[in-house]
């Protein structure tokens, strides 16, 4: 059993291995190459769309396409979610915030599949405050040194046989990309969860996530959907229980991610209109960069490095984008007319910031017809320069990250476009 498992590993290995060392990934401009876009506005009959009542039918063929042949289907919330506050502190971060970590229960039982958020909101508000909702990649306790951050009991790192204890190895790891304190400070609101609660993020970590433990309530089979969308399917539960803490502006929740959690983030608010705003930061192939360019991550490659990451059916677009029904630019007219940022960083050549930067230049006719300006510009703007009313976009200078810098810009387009 164990030398099967060896061998089938070994044989995976030798696969990506292969198809990596063939493919090339370009860095030039120069020979990105002609590509056509499909267009936004048509629908499937040949007939344009002309205003926004008539957008609802080419919205639904869209996220049909989105559903049929990259992200796979999204089920709806199962009957028996409910929520338990687990922990309760009215004078969290040196009394600033209250903070609250409340487990969401998939299913009637207390022994089944579950997710733990935790809740952050700033102490004094006095009214409902707009709140960030996003995942995280480390357990909640990563996203900030706060020791009243409950563990969480599916980070990977718990596994690892290591002498650390977890709380030294995690704690407050992550919380240069969360901000907490600059958020609560403005006023605004955080909610987080740890990704692997819905799907541990590796070739089988299906096989214990929800896609397997929700079947049966969800209706759905493990490979009619897959990570991306379990994820999402997450934020969306999230989302659920923020619309019933009335210490919340359940009309301003702003659902972000970064990188592959900013792919889920977007498949989230195309999916769910509850979100107010979206914010794609550095998410690259698969999230905000168009597919069809010849630049930086490829669809075979991101297939090929991270099956598990989308439904069977996208790795027959492999080395073959231009057949795909849809391009990205089409996920990004998905939350049309809604507020949405997508950003980039200079050194983040493989998500392709040019391709992220056009992908939202191709959703503006959407947001046009429903009277809203988009980036109002044709040309990419030079770094760490925001740019855009309704659809926003910076490339901020360095690596793939999320920063100060692109958190003072979100701050700002939700002042601007929810407030
Ligand atoms: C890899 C992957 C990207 C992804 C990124 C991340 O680089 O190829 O598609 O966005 O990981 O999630 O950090």
Known sequence: MIKRAFFIAIAIFVCVSFSEAQETFNYDESKVGEYTLPPVLTLSNGKVVANAAEWQSRREEILNLFRQNVYGRIPTKPDGLHFEMRRLDEQALSGRAISKQIRIYFTKEKTGPHMDMILYLPAKAGHPVPV????????????????????????????????????????????????????????YGVATAYYGDLELDYLEGWKKGIRTTLQTELGI????????????????????????????????????????????????????????????????????????????????????????????????????????????????ALIAPRPLYVASATEDLW?????????????????????????????????????????????????????????????????????
């Open 132 to 187: 960030f909702a996003g995942l995280n990649f480390k357990g909640n306790q990563s996203i900030h040194a706060d020791s009243s951050i409950i563990l969480s009991e599916k980070h990977p790192e718990l596994l690892k046989n290591t002498n650390k204890p977890h709380d030294q190895l995690t704690r407050g790891e992550q919380a240069e990309r969360w901000e907490v304190e600059t958020l609560i400070g403005k006023g």
């Open 221 to 332: 089979t493990p490979e009619e959907w897959a990570a991306i969308g379990a994820w999402a399917w997450g934020l969306s539960r999230i989302m659920d229980y923020l619309e019933t803490d009335e210490q919340v502006d359940a009309g301003k929740v702003i659902v972000h991610g970064h990188s592959r959690l900013g792919k889920a983030a977007l498949w989230a608010g195309a999916n769910d209109t509850r979100f107010a705003a979206v914010i794609s930061n550095n998410s690259g192939e698969g999230g905000a960069a168009l597919s069809r360019r010849w630049f930086g991550e490829t669809t075979n490659r991101i297939n090929t490095r991270f099956p598990h990451w989308f439904i069977d059916k996208y790795k027959t677009y492999n080395n073959n984008a231009s057949a795909l029904p849809v391009d990205q630019h089409m996920l990004l």
């Open 351 to 419: 998500a392709d910031p040019k391709g992220e930067f056009l992908a939202a230049k191709n959703a503006e006719p959407v947001y046009t017809l429903f009277g809203k300006k988009g980036l109002g510009r044709e040309e990419m703007p030079p770094a760490d320069t925001s740019i855009g009313e309704t659809i926003r976009y910076h490339i901020r200078t360095g690596k793939h990250n999320i920063l100060l810098f692109d958190w003072l810009q979100y701050i700002d387009f939700v002042k601007e476009n929810l407030e």
